[in-house]
């Protein structure tokens, strides 16, 4: 059994994503690893990351992006999809480079691919997902931020990367250009996987995470709109009171022991329930969602009600 990790990114380096976290992660049950650098700014020091994980393993795809050809953050798709064709496993594990997995769950992962190899009925495996926010030790659970989604595929010439590389999809006959294409497209036969994914997409300094924003923004309201957007907007994201957010208890990966020691942002942010009057309230800080997720947390066990749900789940 051969496993092929990858992903993709442009201007890693200068939006503060760990991404040679991510990619140590899981390299240790990874056969060879693809990353597909799209070309990035002059300051931005993506490449250099990269190599010094100094593995065997690792291979550098370079590339340019266009948006305007792949518009509404299918350019994300378009990139994950040549890492894609550059993997020679016969399972693709993708994490994208603000995804880390627990060095605790890479046995589990490799022994659940061992296990269904050769069961033709999966076609991908499905995690369990971690939202860090703000700082290291708070995370969300609310409503309308994803429990699970696709990770591992079976590489097979129908499976692609969907929307803004969010999941994946079986598209037959594609085309190379319609990410976003529902119909004629099959959902993934997936299996669970007893693992987390830890998102650390919201955990950088407030300037980054406003750049951050800015950039996703970019890719999928195109360059004019978010200039436009983000014009007379702070300088520094808010990421609002963070009192009533629930605390992790466990313990982070290895990997990102050095990358946590770079915190240094504690005295921008809100640690009381107090929220400036002036900035628009996030989904989770809204009524309706406080609500939804009470209910969900005390009686749905905790499982979201009517979640975005892109695969079709095989109990195996």
Known sequence: MKISGFSFGRNVSKLYYPIKESILSILPICDEFIFVLGEGDEDDNTREILESINSPKLKIIDTKWDTNKFPNGMENAHQTDIAISHCTGDWLFYVQADEVVHEKYLPIIKS????????????????????????????????????????????????????????????????????????????????????????????????YMQSKKKALDSIHKGDEKAESLYKNQVEEFDYGPLKKLPKFKGTHPKVMQEKMEDFSWGDKLNYTTYKRPSRPKFKHEKTKYRLVSFLERNINGGKHFFPFKNWELIKV
Not at 118 to 144: C, M, P, T, V, W
Not at 199 to 207: A, E, F, L
């Open 112 to 207: 659940r691919c061992e296990e269904l190899k050769d069961n033709d009925a999966i076609e991908g495996l499905l995690f369990k997902y971690r939202h860090f926010y703000a700082d290291y030790n708070h995370y969300i659970d609310y409503h309308g931020w994803y429990q699970n989604e696709i990770r591992i595929v079976k590489n097979k010439p129908d499976i692609h990367s969907f929307e803004s590389a969010q999941s994946f999809r079986r598209i037959p006959n594609f085309d190379g250009r319609s990410y976003r294409k529902m119909e004629g497209t099959h959902k993934l036969k997936v299996a669970e996987v007893d693992a987390y994914i830890y998102h650390y997409g919201w955990v950088r300094p407030p300037k």
